[in-house]
């Protein structure tokens, strides 16, 4: 097995792992213990912070202590976050759970990214493709099996959310097998290095304002997806759809993305990464703007496709993009700090939408979706003019 199936297999197991502990267990397992709408709202952004707060210093720490190490370190939580679930008797617990486990994610995601840019230069954006794709499907199939464990075991809920956790735990428990059979990349490990060198260059990344404005064009496709997963259902039941049609439409975006990553990577190595970013922005804000105009299964079902098609776009060459822009020293901090931006851009959207739908409607929070990733666009557009005329 090379090297890089290894990197594919383990990301498929660690994000099976994360998403089946969340999804859809977590909101029913936070109801068990008592809480209510607000509380389980609480308990599913809890995660989402950490990879906020903590996909930047895994980045800085990986271009300081080697990627493997981080990637182990990541495994472990993985490993060790499942075993908390069935001690839990109340929703702060839970919450602290939450909070220790989404550290797993965090430091994964941006080291492998760090890691396959280490790896691959000519290929760089096909083999992130293949990547996200086994990540993506691990996202697809995690829900399914948790699904199927909680109804086998419906009439004692408190086993089955043993169950679940148990499988989650297995899971994680073989990512940290594998973790130890990671490819080392850049070696992290020149004690010459002071720790003024490594933060002198993360600050060479934050001031390179192309990164940074690819990083933005990123977050604002997250913050319209965020928005599109959480109020399409709501805006889908709203026009008389089934539960069954919405899952349907939904399940296809996903799809589309996990078959189109590697392909579309492979496009922008060939073709370049810029021309790709604003395409895919721009088909992005087209189909999110154009749902507040269809209220039937078929448009619906099309525009999923399309915006999981831009996903694809966008997400295949930006990551690329910004490891092109890095020194290799600062790949870690480059894809630390992108994934920081990305998380917040995925969790403002619904914050953001939720303002707009309960003042104007659920249409105009489509609209405003939209809205951003013009904008984003257009920010990027100006920057790479203004940078080529320097």
């Not at 190490?69 to 702060?92: D, E, Q």
């Not at 990547?131 to 408190?158: M, V």
């Not at 776009?313 to 822009?325: E, F, G, M, P, R």
């Not at 630390?336 to 403002?348: A, E, F, N, Q, R």
């Amino acid at each position: 097995m090379t090297p890089f199936t290894t990197l594919c297999i383990t990301g498929f197991l660690a994000i099976f792992s994360s998403t089946i502990s969340k999804s859809p267990v977590l909101p029913l397992f936070a109801q068990h213990l008592g809480a209510d709408a607000s509380g389980v709202g609480m308990i599913a952004a809890v995660s989402a912070f950490t990879g906020i707060i903590a996909s930047i210093p895994a980045g800085i720490l990986s271009d300081r202590w080697g990627r493997k190490r981080m990637l182990i370190i990541a495994s472990l939580v993985f490993a060790s976050a499942p075993l908390l679930y069935p001690f839990i008797t109340n929703i702060w617990q839970l919450a602290l759970a939450r909070f220790y486990h989404g550290f797993a994610t965090a430091l994964f995601i941006p080291v492998s990214m760090a890691l396959i840019s280490d790896l691959f230069h000519r290929e760089r954006g096909e083999r992130m493709g293949w990547f996200s794709t086994a990540t993506l499907l691990g996202r697809f199939l995690a829900p399914i099996a948790g699904g199927t464990i909680l109804g086998a075991f419906a009439a004692s809920p408190s086993f089955s959310y043993r169950a679940v956790y148990g499988v989650c735990g297995l899971a994680g428990a073989t990512t940290l097998v594998l973790a130890f059979r990671m490819p080392t990349g850049a070696d992290g490990n020149d004690q010459s290095r002071k720790w003024r060198d490594t933060f002198r260059a993360f600050r060479s990344v934050v001031l390179h304002r192309a990164i940074m404005v690819t990083a933005i064009v990123e977050a604002a496709i997250l913050f319209a997806y965020g928005i599109f997963e959480t109020f399409l259902p709501l805006y889908a039941k709203q026009h008389g759809m089934s539960a069954y049609g919405i899952g349907i439409f939904l399940s296809s975006q996903v799809i589309v993305l996990a078959l189109t990553k590697p392909i579309m990577g492979r496009f922008s190595d060939r073709h370049g990464r810029k021309p790709q970013i604003i395409a895919g922005a721009a088909m992005g804000a087209c189909a999110i703007a154009s749902l507040s105009g269809f209220s039937t299964f078929v448009p619906f079902l099309i525009i999923s496709m399309l915006f999981g098609l831009s996903l694809s776009v966008v997400t295949s060459a930006t990551a690329a993009y910004i490891a092109d822009l890095s020194k290799e020293e600062t790949y870690g901090s480059s894809m630390g700090m992108l994934g920081s931006v990305m998380d917040i851009g995925h969790t403002t959207g619904p914050v953001a939408a939720g303002f707009i739908a309960s003042s104007f409607g659920l249409s105009m929070s489509f609209l405003g979706a939209s809205l951003v990733l013009i904008l984003a666009s257009i920010l990027f557009i100006a920057t790479m003019l203004s940078l080529r005329h320097r």
